[in-house]
């Protein structure tokens, strides 16, 4: 799993690529925390380039993440529509699940 960070206008992207697993989903939570860290004002956390990974530990870091930030930080997510699907099965799509991230961006624009 690798990750990079890019500042848009409105929110702060972290993208993953590679696969994500029990063994590597920690490092995904530390690199949520450290960008969490700067409190931007928007995470857009882009999974769309992964590969592969376990979804109880993608889903375990990505609640960890929602309930850590601070209320001025919204948190969503881009992924791939299987990935959308279980994350509405467990009621995180409320949350955030965006199929792309224009329009994941799009979301977190003033309006």
Do not use: C, W
């Amino acid at each position: 799993m690798t990750t990079s960070v890019a500042e848009y206008d409105d929110a702060t992207v972290l993208t993953v690529t590679g696969y994500v697993d029990r063994r590597t989903a920690p490092a995904l939570g530390n690199e949520i925390e450290a960008v969490l860290r700067d409190r931007p004002s928007a995470l857009i956390i882009d999974l769309s380039a992964v590969v592969a990974m376990v979804m109880s530990a993608v889903i375990a870091e990505l609640v960890q993440a929602h309930q850590s930030v601070v209320p001025a930080t919204t948190i969503v997510v881009v992924a791939a529509p299987g990935t959308v699907r279980i994350l509405r099965k467990v009621n995180l799509d409320q949350i955030f699940a965006y199929p792309t991230l224009d329009e994941a961006l799009a979301s977190v624009r003033p309006h």
